[in-house]
């Protein structure tokens, strides 16, 4: 039988280093919001003929468009992406895209800067709401499973701070992920960033719960079995089936990151290191840390 519980400290290690490592990263270079928390415009359009990303950025720069951002989907096809822009400026920049060539514009977006503010703002509270409620549900559902073991004491409450730990290094490790991306290629985040963090979130906890479950059975079935011993039992039995549930998802956003397009690359992408490194944390974290909890919990 693969024993997590006795190589803990390793994966613990391994973890630490990961999540300390995106945390200095997240905090030396931070994350680069999108329009949708900054303000701004993002326009959709397409061109008659092929027109040069280099020289759309700068005919834009030259009509007084600061920083345009150029985000090719095809060789017609751009997404362009702009500081809030006034009305003069929003028809200067049209009149400098017409300039370049016939164009259709298939969608514009204009958020402002304090729509952008409290967007941010409604993104903290959605995480932290659903960490709450993984917490309290978590807590409710195993309420019964208050049981001594081997030199432990178990409880739900251990169960579901354990959860949320792993989710916390699952967060850590896939936002500074973006912040590397953020300072060297200038991805910035959106509203589908916090979409596939919640997504993340929902995915890993499923995973988790899954194992306790089946800790939660087996304290029943092997009463007089050390904790070490149920969790490495646990883990084992549900093993193939994480895997499995995981590598389908896996193999789907492989396919969407190669053929979805530019517009939900990103967005992909974060599902895809989220659910990978969710499967992990839930095997290789999360049940290490409830058994090292409740290790020393025995009541005298």
Request: glycine letters at 8%; one cysteine or more.
């Amino acid at each position: 039988m693969f024993s997590v519980i006795k190589h803990y400290k390793f994966w613990f290690v391994f973890s630490g280093f990961l999540t300390a490592g995106a945390l200095v990263l997240l905090f030396s270079w931070g994350l680069k919001p999108g329009i949708d928390f900054r303000g701004g415009t993002l326009s959709d359009i397409e061109f008659e003929n092929p027109a040069p990303a280099t020289a759309i950025q700068e005919k834009l720069n030259e009509a007084g468009i600061n920083n345009p951002i150029i985000q090719p989907i095809s060789d017609k096809k751009y997404i362009v992406k702009t500081e809030p822009l006034s009305d003069e400026e929003l028809a200067s920049f049209r009149e400098t895209l017409q300039k370049i060539g016939s164009y259709k514009e298939h969608s514009f977006e204009s958020i402002g800067p304090t729509i952008g503010r409290e967007l941010v703002r409604k993104a903290y509270w959605q995480i932290i709401l659903v960490c709450l409620g993984i917490i309290l549900y978590i807590a409710y559902s195993f309420r019964n499973i208050a049981s001594d073991t081997k030199n432990s004491r178990i409880s739900s409450w251990r169960m579901g701070a354990s959860a949320i730990l792993a989710l916390l290094h699952d967060l850590s490790i896939t936002v500074g992920l973006f912040a590397v991306l953020g300072h060297y290629y200038g991805v910035d985040i959106d509203s589908l960033f916090i979409t596939a963090l919640l997504t993340i979130l929902g995915f890993s906890v499923h995973d988790t719960i899954v194992v306790f479950d089946r800790i939660r059975e087996n304290l029943k079935t092997y009463p007089y079995k050390s904790l070490g011993t149920i969790i490495d039992y646990s883990i084992n039995s549900t093993l193939a089936r994480s895997i499995n549930t995981s590598s389908t998802l896996i193999f789907v956003l492989i396919a969407m990151l190669l053929f979805g397009g530019q517009s939900i690359y990103y967005f992909v992408l974060t599902l895809l290191v989220g659910v990978a490194v969710g499967t992990y944390s839930s095997i290789f974290i999360a049940s290490p840390i409830l058994y090292v909890w409740s290790r020393g919990g025995k009541k005298k």
